[in-house]
C-alpha cells in the first residue's frame, strides 16, 4: 500500500484565519446579527459552513444557518475579487512538503474549503502539482465525518494503516480516528495541544520540520 499524508489546509498548510475573521463578520453584520469574536470563530475553522453556523448559533432555525452559509461565501468572493485574501503559506510548510513528496509519500489534502477556494489557494503557492487527491466540503460531509479521508486513501491506493491525517483541529484528529488512520496534530493553528491530544492525536508537531520525523515513525 501507498504512504499517504493527508493535510487540512486553513490553520496547517496556510493562515487564513484573518480571511475567515472578516468574511464571518461581513455575512453577520449582513443579517443584522452581532459577528462571533475572533477566538469563537478560530474554533470553528475545519467545520462546513453550515455546520459552523449551527456551532455558532446553536438555537438559530436552520434556514438561517444555510443563509449564513450561503452569504459567507458570497462576503469570501468579494474580498478575494478586491485582492483582500491573505492565505500565506506557514514558514517551513512548503519546504516540508516537498521533502515528504521526494520520500515517496503521496499527498492529499482533507479541507473544509470549497473546490474553488483550495485550488486558488495551492496554485497561488505554486504547490498544487504535488497533491494526488484533493476532498473538500464541496463533496462531503463535514469533519469529523471519515469521507473525506477514506475517499482520499481509494483514490491514493493507501491503508488506513498507511495513511497519516495532519491538522491543526480536533475536528481533524476525530476525522482520523472514525477512519482509522493515523492522527497527527499541528501546534500552529487554531486548536491547542491539550485539545488535539484528547481528540485522538497521536504525536503533535510544533514546528514543520517536526512533520518529517513523525511521519516515519508512524510507518
Known amino acids: 500500500m501507498n504512504r499517504l499524508a493527508l493535510f487540512d489546509c486553513?490553520?496547517?498548510l496556510v493562515d487564513s484565519q484573518i480571511n475567515i475573521c472578516r468574511a464571518m463578520e461581513d455575512c453577520f453584520d449582513r443579517a443584522g446579527l452581532t459577528p462571533p469574536d475572533h477566538a469563537a470563530t478560530r474554533r470553528i475553522v475545519g467545520l462546513s459552513l453550515t455546520e459552523a453556523m449551527q456551532a455558532l448559533l446553536p438555537e438559530a432555525e436552520p434556514a438561517l444557518h444555510q443563509a449564513l452559509a450561503a452569504d459567507y461565501k458570497a462576503a469570501f468572493r468579494r474580498m478575494r475579487g478586491s485582492g483582500l485574501v491573505e492565505e500565506p503559506l506557514f514558514d517551513g510548510i512548503k519546504e516540508t512538503?516537498?521533502?515528504?513528496?521526494?520520500?515517496g509519500w503521496m499527498l492529499g489534502?482533507?479541507?473544509g474549503k470549497s473546490d474553488r477556494g483550495l485550488a486558488l489557494c495551492l496554485a497561488h503557492h505554486g504547490i498544487a502539482h504535488r497533491f494526488v487527491t484533493?476532498?473538500?466540503a464541496d463533496r462531503h460531509p463535514s469533519k469529523p465525518h471519515p469521507s473525506m479521508i477514506e475517499t482520499a486513501?481509494?483514490?491514493a491506493g493507501a491503508s488506513p494503516e498507511t495513511t497519516v491525517?495532519?491538522?491543526d483541529t480536533s475536528f481533524d484528529m476525530l476525522m482520523a480516528v472514525?477512519?482509522?488512520s493515523n492522527a497527527l496534530g499541528v501546534a500552529?493553528?487554531?486548536h491547542p495541544h491539550e485539545e488535539l491530544t484528547l481528540a485522538g492525536a497521536h504525536r503533535v508537531a510544533h514546528s514543520p520540520a517536526d512533520i518529517g520525523p513523525h511521519m516515519e515513525s508512524f510507518l
Open 134 to 136: 484533493l476532498q473538500t
Open 97 to 103: 512538503i516537498e521533502a515528504l513528496d521526494a520520500a
Open 109 to 111: 489534502v482533507a479541507t
Open 188 to 190: 500552529w493553528g487554531y
Open 153 to 155: 486513501m481509494a483514490e
Open 165 to 167: 491525517m495532519i491538522g
Open 10 to 12: 486553513d490553520g496547517t
Open 178 to 180: 472514525n477512519a482509522g
